[in-house]
């Protein structure tokens, strides 16, 4: 059964930059609720316990250095069929493959500093929430 929550991240790109704000912008033009938001700081083995599935993969070391080496901002988003839509939102990881208005085509700048996070699956949006957030944390 589908949720109506979904996980996202603003990397440490898009905060560095100032997107902050425009990007929290398209969100709710969109019609998201944020039920849950922080800005926050990765450590290490925060990112390498958050993509530990990508452990064995060439890129996880430039990954975990990637999001730890600045402040993101974590939220919960909810909507009717939130994570569909919020990928829909976000658009291609390549941001050159990344359909026109996406956030990633907007504010991205390449496949490894892609802006921003958004869950893949309910099971995953559900993992990632609890990941960042305590339940009192969440409204």
Sequence with gaps: MATNRTFTMLKPDAVEKGHI??????ISASGFRI???KLTQMTKH???TFYAIHKERPFF???VEYMTRGPIVAAILEKDNAVDDFRTLIGATNPADAAEGTIRKLFANSISENAVHGSDSDDNAAIESAFHFS???MF
């Design 61 to 63: 070391g430039e990954l």
């Design 46 to 48: 925060d990112a390498e």
């Design 21 to 26: 704000g425009a990007i929290l912008d398209k």
């Design 35 to 37: 039920v849950a938001m």
């Design 135 to 137: 339940g009192r944390e």
